[in-house]
């Protein structure tokens, strides 16, 4: 028993690990420090059935918890040390932030009495997390532990979900705690939780506008997905024949299979043959979207003169960036459901017309374009070749994390989502580099069973490979993919396009990156002839532990990628 706790009491580092299982907690991602002693001990001692995943870093375990997050329903756990391990963690959380996904960042803390002091790795936790969280505090006494745990899993949950940050002081951790505190609501153990509906009376005038259009298209973000909405959405658009495009994020809304899914439009993965339908639009419905300068190209497509209706759980986004005409504030999947239940009250039978041939064509015309590049033997092999043997070769259910650099305008352009759900994602909101490794990681602990890829650039694989050897410790048969060629190519294809090809800063050398994979226990294979990309694929997708395929690849600043900036 702890000093000053009785035997009818518990540590607050025991406290935290009791309030965790309480919340369904499974896996925790994180890494070790000084200040964390306490709390390690209890996952130690204390028979929890938590799996702790130790990390090498600690931003690789806030991108591990928003992947685990993405994929599992449940909201991504993890924590670092004070000091440097609360400054790393900060990328995974502003990016599960804004991409509305549901993280805890536990970071424990020097104590609280030694606070100005000048004790080491001193930091003012607090006030460096308040801007990049939807809720944040440090336990300022033990007692307090398990009501701060039920605020973070309540607000991180609920609404339109977020990070939170909990500062967890060392004497805090070594404090009493009673028993009887420790308790959870289940409603908060899984996201998004205790979703809100529209206004009912706000219907029949959403409805009425969207019927006065003539050829109106829907854009979905990632609110369909993250709200489950899939099957209520497919019952709106097939009753109403209404082409739907997505955003990056909004993938798996819709299958894109499906004779209305035109894809992804925007300036990242959208095509000119599928802006022409988004062009053509006389109305235009934003669902769970934030309408954000990628999904409208600089607010370009549409126009801001464009007929505009809108849902969403956040009301802050609704005309943020255009004048609405109509809109609902409510979880997608419930305002979807809404709509469908009154559109059966009122009897509206009749559709739009032209949708599914409009999606057709765009569809037809933009496998004009991507065929003769997927099927080239040109050399360094071309990005949309090795997207294409990605397709023909996994499952309609294997999940693919793509790093924000050269393999996130491809794979959303050109990655045909078959099946509604989340089975392709990316670091959209903020797209820092080095993500997918670790993503990936986090995707495999939260879906296991089902295969996991993950692209990234050299650029990003520089930022995150000694996670290697998380994986080969833990033996997950993740795939990873490196298109290797060299540079930061996102940056030297701006310089091409916009500042006269004065190229500066952006070239370095070229990583044998299979080596390196190699050199942590990972089974690696480096192609440089398009004829061997396929049999060397399929052997790292079928093999049964960690594999990674290092592609000579031709890089963005010599392509034609679909990125709207780039080829005007």
């Known amino acids: 028993m702890a000093d000053g706790v009785t035997s009818n009491e518990m540590n607050g580092a025991e406290a935290m690990v009791r309030m965790l299982q309480e919340h369904g907690v499974r896996h925790v991602f994180g890494l070790c420090g000084d200040t964390s002693l306490p709390f390690y001990d209890a996952l130690y001692r204390l028979d929890h059935g938590i799996d702790h995943i130790l990390t090498r870093d600690e931003r690789s375990a806030a991108y591990m918890a928003d992947g685990y997050a993405r994929v599992s329903g449940r909201p991504g756990i993890c924590e670092g040390p004070s000091g440097g391990g609360a400054t790393y963690i900060l990328p995974g959380l502003v990016e599960a932030n804004e991409s509305s996904v549901p993280v805890l960042a536990i970071t424990s803390d020097v104590s609280v009495a030694s606070r100005g002091h000048y004790p080491l790795t001193e930091l003012d936790q607090e006030g460096l997390m308040r801007p990049l969280t939807k809720w944040n505090r440090t336990v300022p006494r033990s007692d307090m532990v398990p009501d701060m745990v039920r605020s973070a899993f309540r607000t991180m949950t609920t609404g339109r979900p977020g990070a939170a940050h909990l500062g967890f002081p060392i004497d805090v951790q070594r404090g009493a705690v009673d028993p009887e505190a420790i308790w959870a609501d289940p409603a908060h153990a899984t996201w998004p939780a205790m979703p809100a509906g529209p206004d009912i009376s706000k219907l029949d005038a959403f409805l009425d506008a969207l019927a006065s259009a003539r050829f109106p298209v829907m854009i979905c973000g990632g609110g369909v997905v993250l709200a489950g909405g899939e099957g209520a959405l497919q019952t709106f658009v097939e009753r109403l024949s209404l082409v739907v495009a997505t955003t990056v994020s909004g993938q798996g809304s819709l299958a894109e299979t499906h004779p209305l899914c035109l894809g992804v439009v925007g300036s990242n993965g959208g095509v000119q043959a599928t802006r022409a339908v988004v062009e053509k639009a006389d109305l235009v419905l934003f669902a769970g979207c934030r309408a954000g300068s990628v999904t409208t190209e600089r607010w370009r497509v549409p126009d801001r003169s464009a007929r505009i209706l809108h849902i969403d759980s956040d009301p802050e986004v609704i005309g943020a960036s255009y004048r609405t005409e109509a809109a609902l504030v409510g979880d997608a999947r419930l305002t979807l459901e809404a709509l469908?239940?009154?559109?059966?009250?009122?009897?509206?039978?009749?559709?739009?017309?032209?949708?599914?041939?409009?999606?057709?064509?765009?569809?037809?015309?933009?496998?004009?374009?991507?065929?003769?590049?997927?099927?080239?033997?040109?050399?360094?092999?071309?990005?949309?070749?090795?997207?294409?043997?990605?397709?023909?070769?996994?499952?309609?259910?294997?999940?693919?994390?793509?790093?924000?650099?050269?393999?996130?305008?491809?794979?959303?352009?050109?990655?045909?989502?078959?099946?509604?759900?989340?089975?392709?994602?990316?670091?959209?909101?903020?797209?820092?580099?080095?993500?997918?490794?670790?993503?990936?990681?986090?995707?495999?602990?939260?879906?296991?069973?089902?295969?996991?890829?993950?692209?990234?650039?050299?650029?990003?694989?520089?930022?995150?490979?000694?996670?290697?050897?998380?994986?080969?410790?833990?033996?997950?048969?993740?795939?990873?993919?490196?298109?290797?060629?060299?540079?930061?190519?996102?940056?030297?294809?701006?310089?091409?396009?916009?500042?006269?090809?004065?190229?500066?800063?952006?070239?370095?050398?070229?990583?044998?990156?299979?080596?390196?994979?190699?050199?942590?226990?990972?089974?690696?294979?480096?192609?440089?002839?398009?004829?061997?990309?396929?049999?060397?694929?399929?052997?790292?997708?079928?093999?049964?532990?960690?594999?990674?395929?290092?592609i000579i690849s031709q890089p963005l600043d010599e392509a034609a990628a679909p990125v709207s900036e780039w080829i005007a």
């Not at 693919?400 to 989502?417: L, N, Q, R």
């Not at 048969?477 to 540079?487: K, L, R, Y």
């Not at 091409?496 to 089974?523: I, K, L, M, P």
């Open 340 to 550: 469908n239940r009154r559109l059966d009250e009122r009897g509206d039978a009749s559709g739009f017309e032209g949708g599914a041939a409009a999606v057709a064509g765009a569809k037809a015309e933009k496998a004009r374009h991507f065929r003769p590049l997927a099927e080239s033997a040109d050399l360094p092999i071309r990005p949309e070749r090795t997207i294409a043997t990605l397709r023909r070769l996994l499952d309609d259910d294997a999940i693919v994390v793509a790093d924000p650099g050269t393999p996130c305008p491809y794979v959303s352009a050109f990655y045909e989502i078959r099946r509604a759900g989340r089975t392709l994602f990316s670091n959209r909101a903020h797209g820092a580099l080095g993500y997918a490794l670790s993503a990936s990681v986090g995707a495999a602990f939260g879906r296991p069973g089902v295969k996991v890829v993950a692209l990234m650039g050299d650029g990003s694989f520089g930022f995150t490979c000694g996670e290697l050897e998380t994986v080969v410790r833990y033996g997950l048969p993740i795939t990873f993919i490196t298109f290797s060629n060299a540079v930061f190519g996102w940056i030297k294809a701006g310089q091409r396009s916009g500042f006269g090809e004065r190229y500066y800063s952006v070239d370095f050398n070229r990583t044998d990156h299979a080596a390196v994979a190699s050199a942590y226990g990972v089974r690696s294979w480096r192609v440089e002839n398009p004829d061997e990309l396929e049999p060397v694929l399929r052997q790292a997708i079928e093999h049964g532990g960690p594999t990674l395929v290092d």
